[in-house]
């Protein structure tokens, strides 16, 4: 398939380290912030969500930061894995009448075995 | 359980030509979002609709339009096609259409547009 991550900023990682994917966002009204991860000819998959009054999430691997002061958005993976390669996109929600999500600009992140 | 289809998968049109582009939602699901996603970029926000009615419009010309059936589903119709409307198309459902709080959106395969 085509690839999403034409021209994206990119970051590689040995497998079975840790990934830091670094996103800042644009308005400081959101609602809650999302990472995406998206795979050649996929639509976008959910990975993690935050709502605005927390600092702090974590999933299975995954932890999501939240630093409102800077309008600054970190997804941590652990152990990455090969399967973990893909592009990664943050989204800022903001709702309201309905919901509207912008998405970051995204980051391709390549794993090496 | 299907989860939200798009159809077709693959489409080539020329410029000045018209494209529909159709979207099925996961079943329960009310509102149906579409997204344009030029390749290397992010998606950009195109239209939310929810009980038929149009929700949420991004900034993109009147050649975009899209309408919402009772069935759920949507279509996404595109006049006077440019160069520049080559993308993906992504649809994206969910249950509601998250007024006043967060509700996920699920995410199509996308429908991959060329405009010769």
């Known amino acids: 398939g085509e690839s999403v991550g034409l021209h994206l900023p990119t970051l590689s990682v040995q497998e079975g380290d840790n990934s830091i994917i670094n996103c800042a966002y644009s308005?400081?009204?959101?609602?809650?912030f999302i990472w995406y991860k998206q795979e050649s000819g996929k639509g976008p998959q959910f990975i993690i969500d935050i709502r605005s009054n927390m600092d702090k999430r974590q999933g299975q691997r995954v932890t999501v930061l939240l630093n409102k002061t800077v309008k600054h958005l970190s997804l941590q993976i652990a152990a990455t894995q090969p399967g973990d390669s893909a592009v990664y996109f943050c989204?800022?929600?903001?709702?309201?009448?309905?919901?509207?999500?912008?998405f970051g600009i995204g980051t391709k992140l390549q794993v090496i075995p | 359980d299907a989860g939200v289809t798009q159809s077709p998968t693959h489409l080539i049109k020329t410029r000045g030509q018209h494209v529909t582009l159709r979207c099925s939602p996961i079943?329960?699901?009310?509102?149906v979002s579409w997204y344009q996603q030029v390749l290397g970029q992010g998606p950009q926000f195109i239209f939310q609709y929810y009980e038929k009615e149009e929700r949420g419009r991004g900034n993109f010309p009147d050649r975009f339009s899209a309408r919402q059936f009772p069935n759920y589903s949507s279509e996404l119709n595109v006049n006077a096609l440019l160069l520049g409307d080559s993308a993906l198309y992504l649809c994206?459902?969910?249950?509601?259409?998250?007024?006043?709080?967060?509700?996920?959106?699920?995410f199509g395969p996308g429908t991959r547009l060329t405009v010769l």
């Open positions: 079943s329960g699901h009310k509102s």
């Open positions: 989204a800022e929600i903001l709702s309201g009448g309905y919901q509207k999500v912008t």
């Open positions: 308005n400081s009204a959101s609602d809650y």
């Open positions: 994206a459902s969910s249950y509601t259409p998250g007024t006043g709080s967060y509700n996920e959106q699920f």
